[in-house]
């Protein structure tokens, strides 16, 4: 069973508009971390923004933050204020306390038109 | 700048030939994990070491090993090459071992392309 998923392969944004970015995952671990990366085209991941399972409020990291949603296993990404810079693939991620390695979902290409 | 090293940037080669991808951790980070990144596959963890000890290996080939050494940079090594290796191998490095939440920082990433 997949245990991240995103839904939306693709996104079309307006330049200046909102974004979110949908990821579910899945575990029976209580203790977790979720993280988002960027992929632009050039390839490097770059971190984005990190929330813990245990974390009281949602994670935000200037224009991202992360709508957690604990019981609904649901961990999405929001991007205000898009950019055109913002244009990128994103992976929602998670990684369990009992385990080192980070489980990647599928990614979403997201475009931001001008 | 993740402050992670990957060497080569790019990598071309021949069916049946090995090679070797250098990665260099952030200063003070301990752990050091690779991952595959192909179309069909998307991102794969590989293997992953822990202050020069093997800690977790994930959908790692036989044909394909790695270390990290005392100065805890860390190899991997593609051996017999065949067509279906052709993907982005990145290297990440976080500070500590476990904890499930201590944040993966990413290399820029070696693309090896096998003829």
């Known amino acids: 069973a997949q245990k991240i998923t995103q839904t939306q392969p693709g996104m079309f944004v307006q330049e200046k508009e909102a974004v979110t970015l949908d990821c579910t995952y899945d575990t029976s671990d209580p203790s977790y971390g979720l993280f988002w990366y960027k992929q632009p085209s050039s390839g490097e991941m770059i971190f984005l923004i990190y929330q813990g399972s245990y974390d009281q409020q949602n994670a935000t990291e200037g224009r991202y933050s992360l709508n957690f949603q604990k019981a609904r296993k649901s961990a999405n990404l929001v991007i205000s204020a898009s950019q055109l810079g913002d244009s990128a693939m994103y992976f929602c991620?998670?990684?369990?306390?009992?385990?080192?390695?980070?489980?990647f979902g599928k990614g979403t290409r997201l475009h931001i038109l001008p | 700048d993740s402050g992670v090293t990957q060497t080569p940037k790019h990598l071309i080669t021949a069916t049946g030939q090995r090679v070797t991808l250098r990665c260099s951790p952030r200063?003070?980070?301990?752990?050091v994990y690779w991952y595959q990144q192909s179309l069909d596959q998307g991102l794969q963890f590989l293997i992953q070491?822990?202050?020069?000890?093997?800690?977790a290996k994930g959908n790692i080939l036989e044909r394909f090993s790695a270390q990290q050494f005392p100065d805890l940079h860390s190899e991997l090594n593609l051996s017999s090459l065949e067509l279906g290796d052709s993907a982005l191998y990145f290297c990440?490095?976080?500070?500590?071992?476990?904890?499930?939440?201590?944040?993966?920082?990413f290399g820029p990433g070696t693309r090896l392309t096998v003829l």
């Open positions: 070491y822990y202050n020069g000890e093997e800690r």
């Open positions: 991620a998670m990684r369990e306390r009992r385990d080192d390695k980070i489980i």
């Open positions: 990440a490095s976080s500070l500590r071992l476990a904890g499930g939440t201590d944040t993966q920082y």
């Open positions: 200063s003070g980070d301990l752990s």
